[in-house]
């Protein structure tokens, strides 16, 4: 955060631009009070509409004040996806209660005659030598059986 009144910042349009302005330069004057003043200052110079702003991987909200940014800052413009809107920020108590009601689960119906989970192939067991080939010459041990550690 800066205290100073004016200060420049660095701003990646490579979402939107591949030449020369793809990383332009901006000077944040004492005009300038909020986020959404960059956006519109942004959306005026490049004629562009309907982005976000990010700076390290953070969403920078609208209503926040432009002193959040620093001189020689990075803040990178990504365009918003059709039909995008930004959620409204709850608790986390109402979070938690959403997640419970998103995880309803479907009934199998019981026509379909499969259960849905896979059957476990069937292993071998210590006996298995019984019932192998038994004209072999040579007779076969039973295997040993490991130790478990206690």
Same mark, same amino acid.
């Not at 909020?34 to 562009?48: G, V």
């Not at 620093?70 to 938690?96: A, H, M, Y």
């Not at 004209?135 to 478990?148: N, R, V």
């Given at each position: 955060?800066?205290? #100073?009144?004016? %200060? ?9 631009? %591949? ?10 004057? #004492?005009?300038?009070?909020? /986020? ?5 200052? /942004? ?5 562009? #509409?309907?982005?976000?702003l990010t ?20 803040v990178c ?7 995008? $809107?930004?959620?409204?920020?709850? $608790? ?15 009934? /199998? ?21 019984? $019932? ?10 039973p295997p040993?059986?490991?130790? $478990?550690?206690?």
């Amino acid at each position: 955060m800066t205290d #100073s009144k004016h %200060f420049r910042i660095n701003v990646d349009l490579s979402a939107y631009f %591949f030449d020369h302005r793809r990383v332009a330069r901006l000077f944040i004057k #004492s005009n300038l009070k909020s /986020i959404e003043d960059l956006k519109t200052r /942004i959306s005026e110079i490049f004629e562009i #509409s309907e982005f976000h702003l990010t700076t390290g991987g953070h969403f920078l909200p609208v209503s926040e004040d432009i002193r959040v940014l620093s001189n020689n800052e990075s803040v990178c413009v990504i365009p918003k996806k059709q039909g995008q $809107s930004i959620p409204k920020v709850t $608790s986390s108590t109402e979070q938690k209660k959403h997640k419970k009601q998103k995880r309803s689960l479907e009934p /199998i119906p019981e026509d379909s005659g499969e259960t849905g989970t896979p059957k476990k192939k069937k292993s071998k067991t210590e006996y298995d030598f019984l $019932s192998s080939d038994t004209s072999s010459s040579k007779e076969e041990a039973p295997p040993k059986k490991k130790k $478990s550690r206690g």
